[in-house]
């Protein structure tokens, strides 16, 4: 008899917990390999959510997946949700359950009405919004955490008044979505760590982002959270990474954060017609803009130590002959059209093979682009000479030790 009152006082004990004890809370978000969303037929978030294609979403995800990434940050603005809950509603749970089916979990992330932060009498007109959410995903197994404001102190260190204001309004919004939603655990992308700190005891998981342009200070940062995250004994993630135009390489931004076992989000996956000049990995058919990010991605990086083994593209003459045949189409009055297509695309292949041009616009796509033309005998020339031009520094001379076999090689 006891035991059965004492097994019904501990029930009536746990039920009657605080919500937040109940709350499901992740201890260590090291091995998250996460990314932002949006489509790459779609400019901005709300457009996505109002031009949603489910086709486009799941052939996405399967990239994603190729990448073994398990986790997708993705934005919803009010103005989606203003001019049409219904489809919203049906698309984000295309979204989450299709996310789920490949073992990637959601975090969204909320973008409220225009301009309402400024206003602190405004602020709980953002319950409807947030409640509605909660209602539509709060029970989803692919739901991960709510990010209830991206980046209110941007992008100021330290914040501003105003900034101060904003990021007032991200702990206000924490509040709500702890209220509204007992289980799922509750973030704040913060624009820097510093400032990640000073909104950390509004949040159940840490975030912040970083562009930072060199190693060091992507490695001071990841101290200053990783020693705030290890005081309060909440779980870190960085959810923005990596972008070109930033002195931010994937692959060093990368290597950083899975060295020092945090987790990480790339900005982003696709392509897009809003980032996609300085962020992004894959185009909507699948290829790439980077080979070094996808590599990077699953841990492969590039050697940037001092054993580093001297390429040789010339060491069988290759980059000699072509040199060679190049000057000699180029100076016949005569020269063939398929011909002079032929050896444009032998030396786009040594100079891409050797990473010895610029690769942003790759020799190859050049030669493809003029062999789907009609002849244009001025543009072949040019595009010859330039990469004669490129190979030409990479010729070996006759004798050189570098023709050789190493010293000791044995057939």
Request: a neutral charge; proline letters at 7%; one cysteine or more.
């Amino acid at each position: 008899m006891r035991i059965h009152r004492f097994a019904v006082a501990v029930l009536i004990f746990t039920l009657t917990l605080p919500m937040a004890a109940q709350r499901r809370l992740p201890k260590n978000l090291s091995s998250v390999r996460g990314f932002n969303y949006q489509s790459a037929e779609t400019i901005g978030h709300a457009e996505f959510w109002l031009k949603y294609d489910p086709a486009v979403t799941e052939r996405d995800l399967d990239y994603a997946r190729r990448l073994q990434l398990n986790q997708v940050r993705v934005f919803i603005p009010y103005s989606s949700w203003a001019k049409n809950k219904e489809a919203l509603g049906k698309n984000l749970l295309h979204f989450v359950r299709a996310a789920h089916r490949r073992g990637i979990g959601v975090m969204p992330t909320l973008q409220y009405k225009f301009g309402e932060w400024k206003d602190k009498a405004a602020w709980p007109n953002a319950r409807a919004f947030a409640a509605d959410l909660v209602a539509t995903l709060g029970k989803e197994p692919g739901l991960e955490i709510w990010d209830v404001e991206n980046e209110p102190e941007c992008c100021k260190l330290p914040p501003t008044p105003d900034n101060r204001l904003r990021m007032e309004h991200a702990v206000y919004m924490a509040k709500m979505f702890h209220e509204l939603d007992p289980v799922t655990p509750v973030t704040i992308g913060a624009t820097f760590a510093e400032n990640m700190i000073e909104m950390g005891d509004a949040v159940d998981v840490l975030s912040y982002h970083d562009y930072s342009p060199t190693r060091a200070q992507i490695r001071a940062n990841i101290e200053t959270a990783k020693q705030y995250a290890a005081k309060t004994g909440k779980p870190l993630i960085n959810t923005e990474i990596g972008c070109i135009a930033r002195a931010n390489p994937y692959d060093v931004a990368l290597q950083e954060h899975m060295q020092a076992h945090v987790g990480w989000y790339i900005w982003e996956l696709m392509i897009t017609g809003n980032w996609g000049t300085v962020h992004g990995v894959f185009y909507p058919d699948g290829t790439v803009r980077d080979p070094s990010i996808p590599a990077a991605l699953l841990g492969f990086f590039r050697n940037r130590k001092q054993d580093v083994v001297e390429d040789v593209p010339d060491r069988e003459n290759h980059v000699t002959d072509a040199v060679t045949n190049n000057r000699a189409w180029l100076a016949d009055p005569k020269a063939d059209w398929k011909a002079g297509l032929d050896l444009a695309e032998i030396s786009a292949n040594l100079l891409e093979a050797g990473q010895l041009a610029p690769m942003h616009n790759l020799p190859s796509r050049q030669v493809i682009l003029l062999r789907k033309g009609q002849p244009d005998m001025p543009a072949l020339r040019s595009m010859l000479v330039n990469f004669t031009s490129l190979l030409e520094p990479y010729q070996v001379p006759a004798g050189d030790p570098r023709h050789s076999r190493p010293p000791g090689f044995i057939q």
